[in-house]
């Protein structure tokens, strides 16, 4: 086989072809890892806004069982005129409370007379009735509470559902309905 001698300016084509290649090569890697910093320096962004907008989350939820308690506490209605007074300083303190507590997202809520949801409510019992439409919301324990629009406590409710009783009942009567069609 015969070989062919190469020139310079052949060479130099082929070398000038090589590292045209070969930056490109560099460009596109250089374009790919600034992109892959920008996502991550996006990332971060959001993490630390998430580590921001949820850090006071444990403070607060140190904080539920004090509310609850001053809510207890200004329910009591056997108080003599002695302890008026008292009764009226602590309303005051606990609605500052809440003012600042609801100033830095923490918001309580309700969800008596709605359908039991199980993402905003816990289902401490339930009660047989035949006065509220099935999984409705009867009574509430606890209420809930939302930190940036957040369950983080959910309300602990008493939920409805139907009366054994009247359900046999109703069984019973359409058995006879049926029959006398039937008949």
Do not use: W
């Not at 629009?149 to 008493?158: F, G, K, L, M």
Request: include cysteine.
């Amino acid at each position: 086989m015969i070989r062919l001698k190469k020139g310079p300016v052949t060479q130099l084509k082929e070398d000038f072809e090589k590292l045209k290649n070969e930056s490109k090569t560099h460009y596109e890697n250089y374009l790919r890892a600034l992109a892959d910093f920008e996502n991550f320096r996006r990332r971060k962004e959001r993490e630390i806004e998430d580590f921001r907008m949820f850090a006071n989350e444990n403070l607060l939820n140190e904080i539920i069982p004090v509310l609850e308690n001053f809510d207890r506490a200004l329910t009591v209605k056997d108080v003599d005129e002695k302890c008026e007074s008292i009764k009226k300083g602590v309303d005051i303190a606990y609605r500052q409370l809440k003012s600042v507590l609801e100033k830095f997202g923490l918001k309580e809520f309700s969800c008596v007379g709605q359908e039991f949801d199980p993402k905003t409510c816990e289902a401490i019992s339930f009660i047989e009735t035949n006065d509220k439409p099935k999984n409705t919301v009867v009574d509430e324990l606890s209420k809930g509470y939302l930190y940036q629009n957040r369950v983080i406590r959910p309300a602990r409710v008493i939920v409805a559902k139907p009366s054994l009783q009247h359900t046999d009942n109703q069984q019973e009567k359409s058995i006879s309905n049926e029959q006398e069609k039937g008949a």
